[in-house]
């Protein structure tokens, strides 16, 4: 038995693995490309099924990038109401794609805007979805999605399903998944879709970009290999500098604890952990971080981590793959030196 | 003017949490639940738009009754009223259930009501979908990560900031519409015990007897989804080496473990 207000529907009519193609008005994000390569991995267990991509406002140049990253068919969605952003409308009119072309799986990007239409399209749909999903795969006894995320501050895994529902829905954050590869080959069909709009009850009156204060010019958090992260312990915005500097020569970013960001020496994007970003580098450096369970959260998958601490006790200097316990002022000079020293050619 | 909030009593992350063997979903019964931390900014925001526009604010809540304190100290913040939707059939709800709730207590008890506020996520689900969901059953535009509004006749003007793109947008929606509040934006006040006193009286619990909603479209058999496993999450075991003593022979022990690792490539 289910809920009578969701209209019965025949499993079997549902094909395919589609994504939402989410652009900034001149290309694809990334996050639309690594969704595209997911979904080319769950299509090939179901039995070769069909990759498709949803595309509002966007141009055939981006479907085509879509199609050589994994798609088999892009649906272009050409309203000339929907030119500029609203969620409320582009929601309904991605549910109408979706609803139209009935995939079994549909997968959106966790970024801002996505978290914001995931859940109207899947209601819209009456379906279910799943939000920040670290993994997909594949139930193989019954063929449903298996959608894996972290819960309860990350301290829990769960894996959930959408047994009687499709299609089934996840959204899946920034960096998560690999980027396929480029493959100017591959060919596929663009389709072009007037779709109809409801009454326009949104009106986009303007966007400004924020000039926020950042400590450097270096890429975000979430996309390097190498993190140097810095907390109270460097007693200053100044200790900041010295861990740019570090950062510039590993070739990667800086990052902050909680309580680097709310002393005022780092913005809010760089922080790290439960209530900032979640990281997997190669390599992540805390600086002065004592690696409270909150910020430990968002760094635990990390490939190697170091700690520079005074404190021997520090809980993170136990949660690391190596340890200097000192002063960092004096540490990170010679951790400069020997790096360079050890990159030199010899 | 009326203002709903949405709060959730949540668990504390603080809290040993029990998972029911037989759902995969938290246990929430006899476990002490405090408002969703990042609710407290949309509650902020309700109040501020009542102390300009006039009219009040009701916050509405679905929980077990382990959840009346969190709305009493919603209603010491100065909330004029709250809602609980209690019944044990809504246990284990997904978020499409536990929207579907929501949205049908609004219709009943607040149909008047002239925009819906919620907080940007919750700290035990961090789904962000609630929100949205519950727009989508009363099928009224929304906007996110909203930081200022301005309620100009039967339209409202909302500011809102998209950290992922560092960029401030403008929109006017026509309401009834809700938001979600971007998550720190705000500055909660302080709850007044005086206001506190007789809290107990201005919190309505509903049941679902009186929402008389279809038992197959609530608590878990509403929920399309549902949890087929729970583990603890495991992370990787660390190598713990750790180098005390004179720094420039750690400095140099950690650099030669870093080219051994392959981690300093040129
Ligand atoms: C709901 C919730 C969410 C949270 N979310 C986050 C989050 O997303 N991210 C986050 O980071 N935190 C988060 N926190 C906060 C977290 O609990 C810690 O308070 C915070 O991470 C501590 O920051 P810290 O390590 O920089 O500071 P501290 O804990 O004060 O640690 C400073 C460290 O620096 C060391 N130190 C001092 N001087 C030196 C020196 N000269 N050289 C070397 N080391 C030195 C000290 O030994 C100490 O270990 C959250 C907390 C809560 C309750
Ligand atoms: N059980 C609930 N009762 C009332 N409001 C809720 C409930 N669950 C979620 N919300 C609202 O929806 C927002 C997003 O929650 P979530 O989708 O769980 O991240 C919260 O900040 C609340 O405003």
């Known amino acids: 038995m289910t809920c009578k207000l969701w209209p019965q529907i025949n499993k079997e009519e549902y094909k395919g693995v589609w994504v939402y193609l989410e652009h900034d008005g001149a ?53 000339p109401e929907l030119k500029v952003y609203t969620p409320y409308e582009y929601a309904n009119a991605v549910a109408k794609v979706v609803a139209k072309y009935r995939p079994e799986i549909f997968l959106i990007g966790a970024t801002k805007r996505g978290r914001e239409l995931a859940a109207f399209i899947a209601n819209t749909l009456t379906t279910g979805i799943t939000a920040d999903c670290t993994a997909l795969e594949i139930d193989p ?46 060919k596929g069909e663009i389709v072009h879709e007037a779709v109809e709009l409801n009454a326009r009850r949104t009106t986009f009156l303007g966007a400004e970009k924020r000039i926020e204060h950042d400590i450097a010019d270096l890429p975000p958090v979430e996309s390097s290999d190498v993190v140097v992260a810095g907390g109270r312990g460097l007693g200053s915005a100044e200790g900041f500098k010295w861990l740019v500097e570090l950062a510039k020569l590993l070739n990667g970013t800086v990052a902050a604890s909680l309580m680097a960001v709310r002393a005022g020496w780092a913005p809010h994007t760089r922080q790290v952990g439960q209530t900032g970003k979640t ?68 | 003017m009326k203002f709903v909030v949405l709060t959730k009593a949540a668990v504390p992350l603080s809290t040993a949490i029990r998972i029911d063997p037989k759902t995969g979903t938290l246990v929430r019964e006899g476990v002490p639940l405090s408002t969703n931390q990042w609710d407290r900014d949309a509650v902020e925001f309700a109040l501020k738009l009542r102390d300009k526009y006039g009219g009040e604010v009701i916050a509405i809540s679905m929980a077990p009754p382990s959840g009346i304190p969190a709305l009493e100290s919603l209603i010491g913040m100065g909330v004029d009223r709250a809602i609980l939707a209690t019944d044990r059939v809504f246990a284990g709800a997904d978020t499409w259930a536990t929207s579907f709730v929501l949205a049908k207590t609004i219709e009943k008890y607040v149909p008047d009501y002239t925009l819906i506020l919620a907080g940007e996520e919750t700290i035990d689900s961090t789904t962000a979908h609630v929100g949205a969901q519950v727009a989508s059953h009363l099928n009224i535009p929304y ?20 950290e992922d793109e560092g960029v401030d947008e403008f929109y006017e929606m026509d309401l009834p519409a809700l938001v979600s509040v971007a998550k720190g934006t705000q500055m909660p006040r302080e709850i007044s015990l005086s206001r506190k006193l007789n809290a107990r009286e201005k919190i309505m619990q509903v049941t679902n007897k009186e929402l008389e909603l279809d038992a197959e479209c609530v608590g878990l058999k509403g929920s399309p989804t549902f949890v087929a496993a729970q583990t603890g999450a495991t992370f990787p075991p660390r190598k713990r080496r750790i180098f005390q003593g004179d720094p420039r022979e750690a400095v140099r022990a950690l650099v030669e473990e870093l080219k051994k690792e392959g981690l300093l490539q040129p």
């Open chain 2, 143 to 162: 906007v996110y990560y909203v930081y200022d509004a301005e309620i100009q006749g039967n339209k409202v003007r909302v500011r809102r900031f998209l």
């Open chain 1, 141 to 186: 006894k019954t063929g449903d999605l298996m959608q894996i995320r972290p819960t309860f501050g990350g301290t829990q895994m769960a894996t959930i399903k959408t047994p009687h529902r499709r299609p089934q829905m996840a959204s899946v954050r920034p960096g998560v998944f690999p980027k396929p590869p480029r493959d100017v080959n591959r």
């Open chain 1, 27 to 79: 290309r694809l994000k990334d996050v639309a490309l690594e969704l595209l390569g997911k979904a080319r991995d769950l299509a090939a267990k179901r039995g070769n099924a069909q990759v498709g991509g949803v595309l509002v406002a966007g141009s055939d140049e981006m479907a085509q990038e879509a199609i050589y990253h994994g798609a088999d068919k892009v649906v272009v969605v050409v309203n």
């Open chain 1, 279 to 346: 990281i997997r580098p190669k390599l992540y450096i805390a600086v002065g971080i004592s690696g409270a369970v909150q910020h430990m959260m968002g760094i635990q998958e990390s490939k190697h981590i170091i700690a520079i601490n005074s404190d021997p006790n520090a809980p993170i200097v136990q949660n690391s793959d190596y340890a200097i316990v000192g002063d960092y002022k004096q540490i990170i000079p010679l951790l400069i030196e020997e790096i360079k020293r050890a990159k030199a050619p010899q």
